[in-house]
Structure formats: C-alpha cells, structure tokens
C-alpha cells in the first residue's frame, strides 16, 4: 500500500466508526472497496492488517456499535470478506482478538454468525444483508471457508435470504448457493459421485436437499429459487459432479412438468436450456425427451423462448428441433390461415399449422396476441441469422406471413375467417407489432422468394412508407427495411445494372421519399435522408439508379434540408449531399454535365456550414464529407488538393467542437499519408519498403504542409484542452517525425535553422494562450522542434483520463477525511 | 387480488440514477432512466440485468417515461435503447425531448474526451434513441395503448420536468420526478389535479429540511457577488445543473439592469448557450411573468451576459460561488471541501494557506485572495413542498429519491400527525437534531392531506406491493339498484364473489332490457370485457361478467340489425339471381371478404343478402339485405348499389 494512504488510513477509520460524523456518499465507501480489492489482490492481505491494524480495529469497532449505521456496517462486513478470502487472513481473523477494544471474541463469527448483524436491528436494511452476503461470497475461497460457514451456520441464512425482498439480495443469495456448492464439490469429492449422495460433502449434500425440497413445494417461489440455483449452477460448473447432480434432480424436475399450470415456467426454461448446453446435456439422452414433453406442456408464449434456445444448441436431435421450429411457426401460422383467400396448406412444415392453443392464445385478448406475435417474429429473427437455422428454411412462407401481419396492422387485409377478423381488430395500428414485423421482413431479405412475392413484400413497405398513419418510429423502420430489400434485390442477368422489378419499385418509391424529406416531423424527413445516403452508396454507379434519382426532386430537396431548423436532419442532409456528389447527382440546374459548378457550389455550401452552424453534429458531418472526399480522390476536391486542405484545416482548427477538430487531424492524417504514404505496412507477409521518403520528397512536402498550415494546425492541437484531439495531433506529429527522421533532416544540409519562434508559440500554447497565430513557418524549424520534443512521453500522458488524480485512492482518502464536519445541508443537494 | 408493484432500480434511498419499474394492472413501466455521476464504471447506470431476465426487454416492457433531462434521470437512456436494446416507445415533454440530447451529447463529451472511454454510446445513438421519443403536452392524456394511458402535469424544478400519471383501468400511479412547488424566477410551481391515485412515488430530496428564504439566499448571493465586482474582483460561478445556471443569469441580469453596473457576465459557451436556444422557444413553459413579458423582451436573450470564450481566462479569483453540490471525485468537491492543495488535468498545481475551518464554507483560496462560497440554489421540493403533492390526494405514497434515515423519520412523524397532533419539543430523535425534528414536524403538520393507506420507502432493487381494489363499472338498471340499497344488499357487498367486492360504480342504464321475473339484469353494455353485471340468484347477488350473465340466464346477446329490401327486375330464379349479385359484388368489393353460402344467401362481412321470389310479381325479385350496425356504413353502400341493378350477364 503507498505510504501517504497508510498514513491516512487510521483517520479514515476513526471517521467511520464515529456515529458522529456523517458518511461520506456511498459511492466513496464503494470506492474504498474497489481499492481495497485491488490491494488484496497484489499482495498478502494478512501483511495488510498486521501493518495497518486500524482495519482490524474498525472492523471490531463497527460490530460493537450501539446502532451501526447500515452502510458502514454493509462495508464492514464486504471488507472482512475481502480480507478472509485468502486462507492465512481469514485464521489470522477467526482467532485474532482487538488489541485496543475492550470487547475480545472471534472477529468471523462475529461478524456472519447469528450473533452478529443477523440478530441486530441493522439486519432489515437491505443494504446490511446484501453486504454479509457479499462478504461470505469473497470469504469462501477455501476449505475452511467451508468449515466456517457451517459452523456459524450461514447456509440456513443464505436459504432465507432467497426469497427477500430485495431482488438484489435474492439474487446475490442464490449465486452465493452456487459458489458454495461447487467449492464444496471442489477438491477430493470432484470425480463422479454418487447421485444419491452419499459421498458428497455435508456442505453440499444440505443445499441440494434445500434444492429437493424447494423443488417439492407447492409455492411457486420457492420452485423458482430452486430452479435459479440449478440454472447458474448448470451454467458455470462443467464438473463431472454435475451430472450426478442432474441424475438426482432430473426426476423433481420432471415432476413440475405434470403440474397444471406449470409452475415457475419461465425459470424452468431457463434450467433446461442450460443443462442441454452443459456437458451434461450431451451424455443425457433423457433429456431430449424431457424438452420435447416441455414444449408440449408449455403455453405457446411461455414455449417460445425454449423453442428458440432448442434450435441454438448445437448437438440436438433432429425431432427435437422440428418440433422446437413448429412451436415458433405456430403464431405466424395461425395468421396465415387467417388471411388466406382460398384454402390450401400455407407451406409451413409439418407440426406448425396453426394449432387451436395457439388460436385460443390469440383470441383470449389483444395483449396475449401482441405479445405472442411480437415474441414469435423477433425469435424468428435470431433464428434467421443463425448458421444453424432449421433448414430448408420456409422463405416464402415466412415472407407471406410477414406481409400478412403488416396488412392485418395497416387494415389492408381481407380476413376470411373469425380468428382473421378478431386479428383485423386487435392488430389495426398496433405499433409493436408493425415494428417487430418491419424487423422481421428486413432480416427475410437475406434470402429469396417469388417474384410475386417478392412484389407483395414492395408493395406492403410502400404502404407503410406512404400512409400518414406510420408513426415515426414505424417509417424509420420501413425505410431500413426497405434498404435492405433493394439492396439484397438481384441484379438484371444482362448487366450489372437493377432489374426491371427494382426499376419500377423505384419509380414509385421517390415520390414517396420527396414527400417524407418534406414531413413536418424531423424524425420523418432524417430516416428519409440516412434511407437516401445509404441506397446512394451502394447504387451510386447504377444507370437506372442516377436516372430515376436525377430525374426526381429528392437531390434538389435534400439540399435543401442543409438549412433545416434541426440539426440532426442538417447533419443527415450533408452526409446525403456529400454522397450524392461523390457520384455527381447532387442536382442543380446545370445538370451533371457541369460537375464543376456544383462541386464548387456544394463546396463552398458545406465550408459555410462548417463555419457558422450553431450546432456540432452538422459540422461533424461536414468533415466526415470532407475526409470521405479526400480519400476517394474526388476530382474536384484534387483540382486543388492545397487550397481544399487549407480552407478545411483552418475552418476546423477554430471549430469549439472537439469533435470537428479531432476529424480534421483526421483529414490532415489522410492528407500526410497521400504525401508520404501509409504509416506502415499492416500486412505482416509484405516486402519491407523503405518507411521514410526520400530527401527531396520530403523537403517538398514539407513545403506543401507549410502552404496549408497543417504545421500550425497540429501543434496547436497538442495542447488542445480536449484530450482526443491533443492524443490524435501526438500521433500525427509523431507519423512525420518517424517519417522524416531516418534520412536526416534538410537541416543538415544548410544552417540551423530559427527555432526560436516556433518555441515561443508552443509555450505560449501550453500555456493555454490559444490565441496567438504562429506566423510564417520555415519546414526545417517545424522539424528540428518536432525533433527536440518528447512526443512519446506526452502521448503517455495523454493516455491517462483526466480525472486520474482525482481517482487516485489516496485522492479518495482525502476527500472522505476532507469531507469531516462539512458535510452539512448540502449533503442531499443535487441538480 | 390486484396489486400495484414498485421496485426502484436507482434513487430507492439515495440520489442518482433514477430508475423505478412499476408494474400496474399488467403493465410494466419504466419510470426515468437515468445515471449516477459518482461512478464511471458500470455502477453508473441501473442495473438492467433484474429486467432482462424477464425475457425480452421490448416483450416485457410496455414503455419508458422520462420526467425531465436532468442526467440522473435520462444519463443512461441511450445505453439502455441502443445498447441494452430497448425498442420501444419514450415518453417526455417537448422541452425534455429537445434540450434530452444536448444534456447527453455533453455527458459523451465528459465520458469519451476527458476520461478517455471507449465503449461509450456515440452521437448517433443518441439520434437513435431520441427518434424513439413520443413528446406529450400537459394535461393531454396519451394512449400507450388500449389499457394503459399516462397524462403529464406541470412540476417545476427546470424547464420540461413533468409529474405523471400511469393509469390502467381504475388503477392509477404518480409519479413526481423532481419538482419544486416555489415558483422561482423562470417557472411556475408544480401542480397536480385531484387524481387521487392509489400511489404517488414522490421524491424526498429534502424530506427533513425547510430551507431558508429564497429571497435572503438570493439576496446574499447578489451582495457578494456586487461586493467582489465593486472591489474590480472577478467571481466564478461553476454551475453543474441545467436550469440553475438559467435561473443565476436572470438574477444577476435582473440586478445588473437594476443597479446600471457595467462589468460584464460570461456565461460559458457549452451546455448553457445551446440550452438557452429552447428556453426562449418554450416560453409557455415559463412562469407566468416571463409569459407575460416575454413579447416586450424574451427574459432569456440577456444583455447583460454574454458567451464566454476560453480565451478571456487567465488566473481565477478571488471568489467562486458553488451553486450546488458536487461528487466525490471532482475538483469541485475538492473545493467545497475546503482542500488546499489541487492539481487539475495534471497542469496545474494550486496551493491554498492554512486556512480556517472549512465547514465556515468561506476557506481562502490562493493566498487569501479567493474565497469559496457554498450556496444551494437548488430547485427540490422541500419539507413543506413534500407535503403539498398531497393535493392529489393519494391512497399510499412511497418515498424515493432521497435517504433512508430522513425517509424514516419523515414517515414517523407523519404517522404522528395523522394520530394526533405532534407532541411539542420533542427534539433529537432517531439521531436527528432539535433543527431537523422541528423540520418534519412542521412537514407533518403541514400535510394537509395524509395518505389514506401507507408511506412507504424501499431501498434499491426492494419490491413494494400494494394490493388495489379497482373500481369496477357495473351496468344495472335502475329499479333493480333502488330496489336493492332499500333492502340493505348493497351496504356490505353481501353474497358478492370474486375480487370485483371493492368500489362499486353503478351505471344507469338508458334502456333497461326486460328482466325475467326473478332475476335482475342489466343492459349489456358495447365492451362485455370492461365492465361486470350483478346477477342475482336465489337472493344472492354475484357480479360476473357479461358473457357469465349471459350464460347464466341462459339468455342471448341482443343484436341490432338493419333492414332493406330491393327489388331487381329478373326473370331467373332466386338462386341464379343471388349467385349473380355474388358474382357482381365480388368483383366491385375486391377489399372485402364477399362468400356465397351453400343455403344461397350471399355475405359480405357481417351484411347477409337473400333473394326471394316477389309475391306478386314473378319477373321481379326481391333482395332481402340485413346488416349491423357496426357495418351501417358498408350496408348502405351495398344497398345503392344493388339498387342500380346488377350487370347484363355475358
């Protein structure tokens, strides 16, 4: 431990045994923790107490305590455990008495036996609980961790402590069974023990029979703590033991099964699905049959989530996951049936017909079918994105039911039968459901389906693009959905342009996107614009693409929306024209056979914004294009690669947003490496170039940097009051410095060079007068400076927080002492 | 029986990172989700964990309110919409939506710029996030969805910050947020109409105190701060909350235009400019005198203060007003706490002389030349304000958002008064000074309406329960009710089964239907699951639903239906002509469900079409057509149109 938090820790536990002084906010007490956990960890922790014996004495002192206050005694208890978790502390704590309290006994049992807090008056406050449990949870690391815990008898408190009231306490008692279980496992019973249990330690053989008897009982919640306690249990002990274990519980757990209705259903999922992803799972054969009975017995909602974790395992009989795949489908099913206009099989596999209990859940009310709904097409969803989903997949009918769902939602479909009509009146505008399904049709666009299909599905999402009823959440939604239905659309067999389909979805689909760039809701006309930036991107090259966009108001209108009264959709506007004029179709009314005049006039537009909008995210936009335009070697932008640089660099250098002036280092960095070239070679099979230039490259480059004043730029940023952009304006000089060093400067060549007045500027700088321009710069003087500074020591610097003093422990232990007798008033006072 | 459950995730019994789940008639509602500005590691936000265990977070959820933007009650809303994968709806003011982000952009800025954290949310989750925002008005009740719909009320505290109300059915929650009830210089005070919820989750920041006079806390703050400027000192003002800082400027603005000074005031351009931007937007937001005033001169477009530039600061002093609390782990707690050696950003080192106590909150700094003030403009609730919510007079109020010793002691003399009256000087109880007792007395009395079941508090992650006797519409006739209450049925609930034996709400019906001669029976009313009916057999009253009723009396639901008949010149029989009107009506109502059934008789949705020969006229047929009224609109149109005839048959 430092000897400055050595020296102030006996005050500090003066403080805390004092009921006099207030406490400290109990983030300091759970500060003090972390440090003294990090402590316990790095070294000996009986070292620690025999140097510091204060925190033995505070630990007594706190015990002692007329009234203890429950947060200092929840510490207490939480800091004993942590010292007990290595076995020499926690003798040295069973035996050791106080040296000054008058009072003497065993500092453990004291502390988690029934004589300690459990009896007290502190003992209903949760936060006293959670913190004994806490420190038994350090404490019991070994063998006489184990002893101690019977002798005192905590394990009949841990069982009590299960059903708290406190979701935390219940939960923080139900792992602590876990962990006492397995380190009672741990050491000579690990093996294969007998399920009877005969062999097993008497620590472990009384929480299984607690297990047993929980799993007994006729009250749900104790059946659910058992079951919690079984599903961590099977989720991180992989020991042989555990399946003796299994072979033991195996048969209460089968008996749930026969209860009506089953209790605690959601937890015995739970449990099920982690012993098929234990170990054990694989060696049970019983088990499958156990899943399959499951699936059977479960209602469709509470099946789902077992149907889905069934069809993720990885080794499962083919059956079993058939069956798993049917209880999915079923809800989807169901809606087909009810929106088919004639009768015929609707393509499901076998199993997923649209069962009566299925319709019965659909029918008893409209939250029982939302919800089942929404559960089946999101589970539907994980599913599609699995390697391992049920194959052949059921595209088409899974599309149909997708599109089915949107109508029923849109009050578009037609329905032929009572559950289609009761489906008509509880999904109309439901926005759950439309978003799940939204979701859902985007994920189907992995695969493929019917033209015909294919058409419905294009139809239904211009519907919900179109209608005025779309909440904004709903259109956002449609329009990703819509992207990813194009995108994944084929391309015409004849060349690499879109299909006639495609062509013809995006004849009618601009218009729509026109009028949602002109809604009066932002949310509206911003999903509009990232839907245009993003289709742009990847249909930038195709004919049909530019022809219908050109020949539509969307570019003219998106420029329009550079001068929106809300930022965010200012931001979007830029990013979009900035991707629209990468592919020369921001539209003006030259046309594209002028690109000149609008490159310059989008440009100068974006540069205007850059300088003068109020807010950060459209200027962060800007330098993204900017960059983006660098990068891709715009012609525009390389017609005068220089004047574009300059202009950028020195709007960005006097931007109050970090973030603009961290992306234009960002920009300076992608300007250097198109001068120098990459900052090294990432493939490690690649020859070994030379990494510097060459002398007479340099020099002109470090001209060309001097012309721009990226010089200025960057070192200015290095002593930027924002961290990022000094740490990113480090590695920029320090890129240069790596490339200029090995061939020598031209210094060498000439005199050396005037240093002085950059020197003056860096200080001045440092100092935090930002304000001083640095003049003209001569390249050998940038360069014999970026020589002389430690560049590497201030990146290491910069990579601390900002904050890190105050974090320091002993910068903790000095607020909490510094805090003594001011904590006032104010104490409770807060925004 | 029902239940109302309350778990607070964060701010149970201390102050930060709000976060209550109330479970209410089915519904799971998320109150705030905010951060806690003590930690920067995963403590910060709630722990979500308890609610995905439940399965999927939008499955289980039914939506999130956000009661003002202040971060320790919307800090981790985009962690927990784009990263922990919240998917539906957010409920906020106008005002909170809009300055929500500019609050949470700068949280980012802290978290990623100064502490260097990469797993943070980025900007456009936020964007993301925000887009999941459903602004709602004051007083406007929103339809989350067919059972739960909440409604916002006016609470002070900073602009936006709302109280609202979560109703399903007859059973109802409030929940506070923060709120002030002293209207200060820029809002109102907060106000409540009399809902009478069965639980109002009111926060309790000062449970126990009764501050001082704002007038004298103001006054003093504008003495020192001329006295400083008069000696050509500077004074800085660190202020960390949003909303106080506005109040500061239109305090010293007010004094600068009253006193004619001319030093200038900076306020720093960050977080209080941007924000400025919506304070003059959101005008009726304002207390009144800002509303009146505001077409002559917006309060918030300041002559006297201007924006600050980073440039004009070289050395600090010689005073800094805190306006606020601050964190363990800040220079500003540092400060307050009277600490003389600082290093900040590892730049600058200060020392402070040996000073006196610091608990005088007027420590020097730097060499005698600085002084530091504490001062709380601190725009809570206090003790006497605690009480005043009690105006929507609640069934049961639960505590939060305050610590568990005040909460305690705040509800034993509550206790106390709704007794008797206090006992007088008893003092220095529960470890509480003379000071502190007189506080809550004078809070106890000064609660005008105690709740009529229970103050309860509950620290994180604890459960409160509350079981609900929900009112429950009864549709009964008149004469049955008259008849009934003279014999006394009605006075106990005698012979009533189920939960349903609480709070009865008789409803007249209009048209009472013929009852049979020994049982009383009602109307059915339009929605059968909302409401329940007396039956009454063997001289015992039961209330069951309407389809129970209707079974019970074996009897069946009365249904309305629309007549018409028209007649069609067609010399085919009756069946060829039903099978033409299916034909034609098929390929007119494509958007409509049209069946021809095996009897003849032809069917779109609900209407039913029967040709029939005409008694009289055998080249005539009549069209016998019956529809709903929930399908009056279609039945007419379907009638117009068979009564143009039907098409010549190719």
Redesign the interface.
């Known amino acids: 431990m430092d000897p400055e938090c050595s020296r102030l820790l006996p005050a500090l536990c003066a403080v805390l045994v004092d009921?006099r002084q207030p406490v400290?906010?109990?983030?300091?007490l759970?500060?003090l923790l972390d440090w003294f956990k990090t402590v316990t960890e790095a070294g000996p922790s009986l070292l620690l107490l025999q140097e510091n014996p204060c925190l033995v004495e505070l630990l007594f002192r706190v015990l002692k305590a007329h009234?203890p206050r429950?947060r200092v005694l929840s510490f207490s208890l939480r800091l004993a455990g942590l010292f007990a978790a290595q076995e020499d502390c926690f003798q040295y704590l069973q035996v050791t008495p106080s040296s000054s309290v008058s009072q003497q006994g065993e500092l453990l049992p004291m502390l988690f036996g029934e004589s300690g807090p459990l009896g007290g008056a502190a003992w209903t406050?949760?936060?006293v609980r959670s913190g004994w449990l806490q420190g038994l949870r350090s404490l019991a690391q070994h063998p006489g961790a184990l002893r101690f815990l019977a002798d005192c008898g905590a394990v009949d408190t841990i069982f009590s402590l299960q059903g708290d009231?406190?979701?935390?306490?219940a939960?923080a008692a139900g792992q602590l069974l876990v962990h006492i279980l397995a380190l009672a496992m741990r050491g000579p019973a690990e093996g294969h023990p007998s399920p009877q249990g005969c062999d097993w330690p008497a620590c472990a053989q009384k929480i299984v029979c607690h297990v047993e008897d929980s799993l007994r009982s006729t009250a749900t919640p104790q059946v659910t703590q058992a079951l919690n306690v079984l599903t961590t249990t099977f989720g991180h002990c992989h020991s042989p033991w555990t399946q003796g274990l299994w072979v033991r519980l195996s048969p209460l757990v089968a008996c749930l099964l026969e209860k009506d209705p089953i209790p605690a259903s959601?937890s015995l999922v739970d449990l099920l699905l982690s012993v098929a992803r234990s170990p054990v799972g694989s060696s049970d054969c019983g088990l499958w049959e156990t899943l399959a009975q499951t699936l059977s017995h479960l209602s469709p909602t509470q099946a789902g989530?077992l149907a889905l974790g069934i069809l993720k395992l990885q080794d499962c009989p083919q059956a079993l996951k058939t069956q798993a795949f049917g209880v999915l489908l079923q809800p989807l099913a169901c809606v087909l049936k009810a929106a088919a206009q004639a009768p015929g099989p609707p393509g499901f596999p076998e199993g997923a017909t649209g069962d009566s209990i299925t319709v019965d859940t659909f029918l008893s009310s409209?939250?029982a079918c939302v919800?089942l709904l929404?559960?089946a097409l999101?589970h539907l969803e994980l599913l599609q994105l699995l390697p391992q989903r049920p194959s052949p997949w059921p595209q088409a009918p899974l599309l149909r039911a997708a599109v089915a769902i949107l109508r029923f939602c849109h009050g578009?479909a037609?329905?032929?039968s009572d559950v289609g009509g009761h489906l008509c009146a509880v999904l109309a505008g439901c926005?759950?459901v439309q978003?799940a399904a939204l979701d859902f049709l985007g994920t189907l666009s992995q695969g493929t389906g019917p033209q015909e299909l294919v058409t419905q599905v294009f139809a239904v999402l211009l519907e919900y693009l179109t209608s005025p009823d779309s909440?904004?959440?709903v259109l956002?939604k449609a329009f990703q959905a819509t992207l990813r239905w194009l995108l994944g659309s084929p391309k015409a067999p004849s060349c690499c342009d879109l299909d006639p389909h495609t062509q013809l979805f995006l004849g009618e689909l601009l218009p729509v996107l026109r009028k949602r760039l002109c809604s009066p809701c932002w949310?509206a006309r911003?999903?509009g614009l990232e839907f245009l930036t993003q289709v742009t991107r990847h249909w930038g090259g195709q004919a049909a693409f530019r022809h219908a966009l050109l020949a539509s108001e969307v570019p003219e209108l998106t420029g329009q929306l550079l001068r929106d009264p809300e930022s965010?959709v200012r931001a979007s506007a830029v990013t979009a024209t900035g991707q629209l004029s990468s592919w020369g179709l921001y539209a003006t009314p030259t046309g594209p056979e002028h690109p000149e005049v609008q490159q310059e006039s989008l440009f100068t537009e974006l540069l205007h914004i850059l300088s003068t909008d109020?807010?950060?995210?459209p200027r962060?936009a800007v330098m993204h294009v900017f960059t983006q335009w660098l990068k891709d070697g715009h012609a525009d932008v390389a017609e005068d690669l220089e004047q574009f640089v300059a202009r950028v660099l020195q709007a960005a250098s006097q931007d109050?947003d970090?973030?603009v002036r961290a992306q234009g280092l960002e920009l300076a960095l992608v300007f250097l490496e198109q001068l120098l070239g990459q900052p090294g070679s990432r493939c490690p099979y690649a020859v070994a170039l030379p990494e510097a230039a060459p002398p007479a490259t340099l020099a002109q480059v470090l001209q060309a940097l001097c012309r721009v004043q990226l010089f200025e730029f960057a070192l200015r940023a290095l002593f930027d009051?924002?961290?990022?952009v000094a740490q990113k304006s480090c590695d920029l000089l320090l890129f240069l410095k790596a490339k200029a060093t090995p061939c020598g400067g031209p210094q060498e060549a000439g005199a050396s060079p005037d240093v002085v007045s950059v020197e003056a500027a860096l200080q001045r700088w440092q100092a935090?007068?930002?304000?001083q321009p640095l003049g003209e710069l001569e390249p050998e003087a940038v360069m014999a400076v970026l020589r002389s500074m430690d560049l590497e020591g201030l990146r290491g610097?910069l990579?601390?927080?900002?904050?890190?003093?105050?974090?320091s422990p002993q910068?903790?232990l000095?607020?909490?002492l510094?805090?003594v007798?001011?904590l006032?008033?104010?104490?409770?006072?807060?925004? | 029986m029902p239940e109302i459950r309350v778990?607070p995730l964060g701010a149970g019994q201390?102050?930060?990172r709000s976060c209550i789940l109330v479970s209410i008639g089915?519904k799971n509602v998320m109150l705030d989700c905010g951060m806690?500005m003590?930690?920067?590691d995963d403590?910060r936000f709630p722990?979500f964990s308890?609610i995905t265990r439940?399965?999927?977070l939008?499955?289980f959820l039914d939506c999130v309110i956000i009661s003002h933007f202040?971060?320790?009650h919307c800090g981790a809303l985009p962690y927990f919409s784009e990263m922990v994968g919240y998917?539906?709806?957010i409920y906020m003011t106008q005002p909170t939506q809009a300055i929500c982000p500019i609050l949470l952009?700068d949280y980012r800025?802290i978290a990623?710029?100064?502490?260097?954290e990469a797993n943070f949310f980025t900007?456009q989750m936020i964007?993301d996030c925000?887009?999941?925002v459903?602004a709602v008005h004051l007083h406007q009740t929103v339809q989350v969805?067919?059972?739960l719909e909440i409604k916002a009320y006016y609470a002070g505290h900073v602009l936006g910050a709302a109280m609202f109300q979560i109703k399903v059915g007859s059973e109802s929650v409030v929940y506070t947020g923060?709120y002030n009830m002293t209207p200060d210089r820029h809002l109102g005070a907060a106000w409540i109409d009399k809902c009478r919820p069965n639980l109002l989750i009111t926060e309790s920041?000062?449970a126990t105190?009764i501050?001082d006079s704002k007038r004298c806390r103001e006054r003093d703050f504008l003495k020192k701060v001329h006295e400083t400027v008069e000696r050509g000192g500077k004074v800085l003002i660190p202020v960390?909350?949003l909303g106080r800082a506005q109040e500061l400027c239109i305090l010293l603005e007010t004094f600068w235009e009253r006193m004619d000074l001319k030093a200038p005031i900076y306020f720093s351009?960050g977080l209080t400019e941007?924000a400025n931007?919506y304070y003059k937007l959101f005008i009726p937001w304002t207390n009144q005198k800002i509303r009146k005033t505001f077409v002559q001169r917006n309060m918030f477009e300041f002559k006297h203060i201007k924006a600050f530039d980073?440039?004009f600061?070289d050395s600090p002093g010689p005073m800094v007003i805190m306006p606020?609390?601050c964190?363990?782990?800040?220079?500003g707690?540092?400060i307050?706490?009277?600490?003389r050696k600082l290093?900040?950003?590892?730049r600058q080192v200060v020392i402070t002389p040996t000073l006196p106590?610091?608990?005088l909150?007027n420590p020097c700094w730097a060499a005698g030349v600085m002084q530091v003030e504490?001062m709380?403009f601190?725009a809570?609730a206090d003790a006497r304000a605690s009480c005043s919510c009690g105006q929507a007079e609640p069934e049961n109020v639960l505590l939060v958002h305050?610590?568990?010793k005040?909460m305690s002691f705040l509800k034993q003399k509550i206790e106390q008064n709704s007794v008797g009256k206090p006992r007088r000087g008893r003092a220095c109880e529960g470890?509480f000074s003379r000071a502190c007792a007189d506080r809550a007395r004078h809070l106890a009395e000064a609660l005008s309406t105690p709740p009529r079941g229970q103050l309860l508090y509950a620290?994180?992650?604890?459960?409160v329960t509350l079981s609900t006797s929900p009112s429950i519409p009864v549709g009964i006739s008149l004469g049955l009710l008259k008849r009934e209450m003279a014999q006394g049925m009605w006075a106990g609930h005698a012979g009533w089964g189920g939960a349903a034996a609480g709070q009865v709400a008789p409803q007249t019906a209009p048209a009472p239907a013929p009852a049979p001669a020994s049982q009383g029976y009602s109307r059915m009313p339009r929605s059968p699951g909302s409401c329940r009916h007396p039956i009454m057999k063997d001289s015992n009253f039961r209330l069951v639903s309407s389809e129970q009723a209707l079974k019970e009396l074996g009897l069946a639901e009365h249904q309305l239906r629309f007549t018409c008949r028209v007649h069609l010149h067609d010399t085919r029989k009756e069946q060829e002509t039903a099978l033409r009107v299916y034909s034609h009506l098929k390929s007119v109502l494509k958007?409509?469900?049209v069946q021809h059934l095996p009897d003849g008789s032809v069917t779109v949705e609900s209407i039913l079409i029967q040709a029939a020969a005409h008694s009289e006229d055998p080249s005539t047929k009549v069209l016998l057509v019956s529809w709903t009224y929930q399908d009056e609109e279609l039945g007419s149109y379907l009638t117009s149109l068979l009564k143009k005839g039907l098409p010549q048959a190719s």
Do not use: I
Not at chain 1, 165 to 169: G, W, Y
Not at chain 2, 343 to 346: A, D, I, L, V, W
């Open positions: 009921p400290a906010d109990d983030t300091c759970e500060k009234d429950p406050a949760p936060t009231s406190s979701l935390f306490v939960s959601h989530p409209k939250s919800g929404c559960q999101a578009s037609a329905p032929t926005v759950r978003r909440s904004p959440m956002k949310e911003d999903s965010y109020s807010e950060g995210f962060r109050l970090w973030e009051c924002d961290r990022p935090g007068e930002q304000g610097m990579a601390k927080s900002s904050d890190h003093m105050e974090k910068s903790l000095q607020d909490m510094a805090t007798g001011v006032g008033e104010n104490e409770a006072d807060c925004y | 778990t201390d102050v930060g089915g806690h003590g930690f920067s403590r722990d308890y439940n399965g999927r939008t499955d202040h971060l320790d998917d539906g709806p952009e800025k990623v710029d100064k502490k260097g900007s964007k925000m887009k999941k459903v969805d067919d059972e923060d920041t000062y105190t501050r960390f909350a351009t941007k931007h980073r440039a600061a606020g609390y964190v363990q782990g800040t220079v707690h540092k307050l706490s009277g600490q290093e900040m950003e590892g106590p610091p608990a909150w504490y709380s601190s809570h305050g610590e568990a005040k470890g620290a994180n992650g604890e459960t958007d409509h469900c």
